[in-house]
């Protein structure tokens, strides 16, 4: 995995629907496609609309388990970058999105175990291309997904937001966020079945790409 070219990985972005999620938590938080619309006619600001997505985190995934690293300061600083930007073309065509990223895929000064208590200690200190490639596009990074370890077929300790007893898939299992309301958009990578398992388990969709994603 140190050696890993984000962009020869399958590249998926989950699309958001609304299934009935764990327990009890906030409202559901826009689609992707909501939020852009939103923000650039300056009826949402992606302060307000990142904090949201946040305490949606912080009330459900104590069940879900789906995220294995919250990044709340660097999402914070992130959506009060967009805010500040008085441009919309400046923007980006992601602006103000929340995203859940897979732990297996780099971001700047933010844990990439793998999944694994082999690398507890890893922060790497660059983004990977990808996650170079949303940020530009105005994307907010909220944290890193679980990934089962070593994105291999153990199972992981996140749950299923339909039915708890039941399998999320894997092996990104943690982009179940999106099934369960807290973020629009998670990234994960396919080998074999590996993220349009957790889509069908949970009912949101999976699209994928080979190649170099292009945004």
Known sequence: FMG?????????????????TLGSSPPQPLMAEDVVKQEKK?????????????EAIEASDTELQAWQYVDR????????????????WQKGPLAGV?????????????????????????????????????RES???????TVTTELAYL??????????????????SCGS??????QVPLAIGIQ???SVILPASYCGVYALSQIGEPSL
């Open 191 to 193: 080998t074999g079945g």
């Open 42 to 54: 300056r009826e949402l600001r992606a302060s307000e609309y990142i904090k949201g997505c946040l």
């Open 73 to 88: 300061d660097g999402a914070e600083a992130g959506a009060a970058r967009i805010d500040g930007i008085r441009r919309k």
């Open 4 to 20: 890993l070219k984000v962009w020869a990985l399958w590249l998926v972005l989950a699309a958001f629907i609304a299934p009935e």
């Open 154 to 171: 153990h199972p992981s300790r996140t749950r299923n937001p339909l039915n708890p007893k039941f399998s999320p898939g894997g092996s």
């Open 138 to 144: 105005g994307a907010v990074i909220l944290g890193k």
């Open 98 to 134: 929340a995203i859940g990223n897979k732990d297996i895929i780099d971001c700047a000064n933010t844990p990439c175990c793998y999944g694994s208590e082999l690398f507890a200690s890893r922060t790497p200190t660059e983004d990977a291309e990808l996650v170079q490639l949303l």
């Open 176 to 181: 179940v966020a999106v099934a369960s309301g």
